[in-house]
């Protein structure tokens, strides 16, 4: 018999105190026609049979579509190196580096992670990572408030909406005022935000490209933030920087963003881990740990927590945040694959994802009906528009085994007819014109 810690008894005196009947009532919230009731699987199989099983019916999850799907998790290249590092027991086992002197390699790896977001973004200080690109905005917010002790946030509507959620469920706890200043077009009016910018603002909060893929130079709202005293957040595609400006030549305080793209998988919806940087003067403010370079006693270099504000170990209202871990391992693997990538090969990457996105649109406009709606500059995501509902268009793109985009009707009003299309540097010539094909074949 397999050991079970808890007895009969046990579960229903826990199932009696939060009020179900048994343990299947726990997945409620799961549709009928998502669970399976059991495996059917016989009795006493040995492992080799048990394991034929499991992978017959592994084969059935679909895995040849080509995607087009992004909005902040995007299907780049992971090299079998990034898989080969990172899957070391002495890194992948590892605990929290409580103990400097039994953690060093941890304590290193981290400190190289954080001097590569240093380099990629520009900025003069990180700490070891967060959990995701929307809570590293959201932390980033109230980083800006403590170092302003002003209450009062704005946010571009070209942020990643379910950021956006996020950052006002964090501070809805606070007395802190969030304001969401709309766009049009698709991209920022900087004349509406600086209108807004004023002696009472902490930070205003935008993400650049934005989550539509369109690309501005924010330099002009920077400097007026900081003409009032106001600090600008900048939430980042860190591909992106390969060839855009960076957050440090823009002036930006405090930039954050999602590290998925760098040598993380899709993997359904993650995990993937967060980033949070900022200038030097600012650094006793940064949430989470901060890993630090020293000597010892006999000038031998180690590595050591030099910084871990955090409310397990000072003060609670003293503490920078509540997040009580981080995502080692995912950062690790972010730093595995910048360093094999290199400076020129983040460049060509960011390239690659540009030159192929701008292929597809003039492709794609070329047909008649369709429409690219973003009036500026786009990176590797684009908006498009078709005669036909989005609904209708993907799901008949499903067909050719293609995922086409995100359904922008999901999220925005008046978006009945538009997906927000990706390309990465891993989508070839033949899968774009398939697409086209796709399309024009549909109208």
Do not use: W
């Not at 706890?173 to 200043?181: G, K, L, P, S």
């Amino acid at each position: 018999m397999p050991y079970t810690a808890h007895t009969k008894s046990d579960i229903k005196e826990m199932l009696d105190v939060i009020g179900l009947e048994n343990e299947k009532d726990l997945f409620n919230s799961v549709p009928a026609d998502l669970k399976v009731d059991h495996l059917h699987l016989e009795n006493g199989l040995d492992e080799f049979t048990t394991f034929s099983k499991f992978k017959k019916l592994s084969s059935k999850n679909v895995s040849n579509k080509t995607i087009f799907l992004g909005g902040g998790y995007y299907d780049h290249v992971v090299p079998s190196a990034v898989d080969a590092l990172a899957g070391r027991s002495e890194f992948y086992t590892a605990y929290t580096p409580y103990q400097a002197e039994a953690s060093q390699g941890t304590l290193q790896s981290l400190y190289e992670y954080q001097s590569l977001i240093c380099e990629l973004t520009g900025m003069d200080a990180s700490n070891a990572s967060m959990y995701d690109g929307a809570t590293a905005l959201a932390e980033s917010a109230l980083m800006a408030v403590r170092i302003t002790r002003k209450n009062k946030i704005l946010i571009d509507a070209g942020v990643n909406k379910t950021y956006i959620k996020i950052v006002k469920t964090y501070l809805s706890f606070r007395d802190i005022d969030v304001e969401v200043i709309d766009i049009e077009d698709f991209k920022t009016n900087f004349s509406k935000v600086e209108a807004k910018i004023d002696n009472t603002i902490a930070a205003y909060l935008f993400q650049n490209p934005n989550f539509f893929g369109s690309v501005q130079d924010f330099t002009s709202i920077v400097e007026k933030l900081h003409e009032n005293k106001a600090l600008a957040v900048m939430s980042a595609y860190p591909i992106s920087l390969g060839m855009i400006k960076d957050p440090g030549s823009l002036g930006v305080d405090i930039v954050c963003g999602d590290g998925q793209c760098l040598g993380n998988y899709l993997n359904f919806g993650g995990p993937t881990f967060g980033f949070i940087a900022t200038r030097q003067k600012d650094i006793r403010n940064l949430p989470g740990r901060m890993i630090g370079k020293t000597l010892d006693k006999n000038d031998n270099e180690l590595f050591v927590l030099t910084m871990q504000a955090r409310e397990q170990h000072i003060r609670r209202h003293r503490a920078t945040s509540n997040i009580c871990s981080n995502q080692n391992l995912l950062a690790l693997r972010s730093a595995i694959f910048l360093s094999l990538l290199g400076r020129e090969g983040l460049v060509n990457m960011a390239n690659l994802c540009h030159s192929k996105t701008q292929y597809l649109k003039t492709k794609l406009e070329e047909l008649k009906g369709v429409e690219v709606c973003n009036t500026s500059p786009t990176f590797n995501e684009f908006i498009l528009q078709t005669p036909l509902s989005a609904d209708k268009l993907l799901a008949k793109l499903h067909l050719f085994d293609i995922y086409a985009g995100i359904n922008l009707s999901k999220l925005y009003e008046n978006c009945e007819n538009k997906i927000l299309v990706s390309v990465t540097e891993k989508r070839t010539k033949e899968e774009l014109d398939e697409l086209v094909n796709a399309i024009g074949g549909l109208l």
